[in-house]
């Protein structure tokens, strides 16, 4: 039977707080400076409108990559493109995905939002 190391060290201890002012881990972990949480949405960012039917019982969906921004940012952004297009959608992976080929009126109601470098890509 192997002995118990009854010795502890004493340099690492684990802290828990219900503080929600206090410690984040995550603070920092930004190289450029941008935080999720504060992060504002990035107009100039290439954007991706692509279109996918694979894994999803033969429907047609159109997903948009590289929209940056804060999740709040996010959410009403897809919000008002589902309400433009007239379609449902979700956010899943840093992606927005709405259901149906509608990459024709997501880039024309992108530009007109004013993000500058939205194309479709794929064929």
Known sequence: ??????????ERTLAYTTNPAGFNPFEGLFSDGENKQNGAADKSAPIRIHLEKKGRGGKTVSIIKGIKGSETEIEDLLRSIKNHCGTGGSFKAEQLII????????????????????KKSGG
């Open 1 to 10: 039977m192997p002995k118990k190391n009854k010795e502890r060290n004493t």
């Open 99 to 118: 259901q149906g080929d509608q990459r024709e009126k997501i880039l024309d109601y992108l530009k007109k939002l004013g993000y500058h470098n939205v």
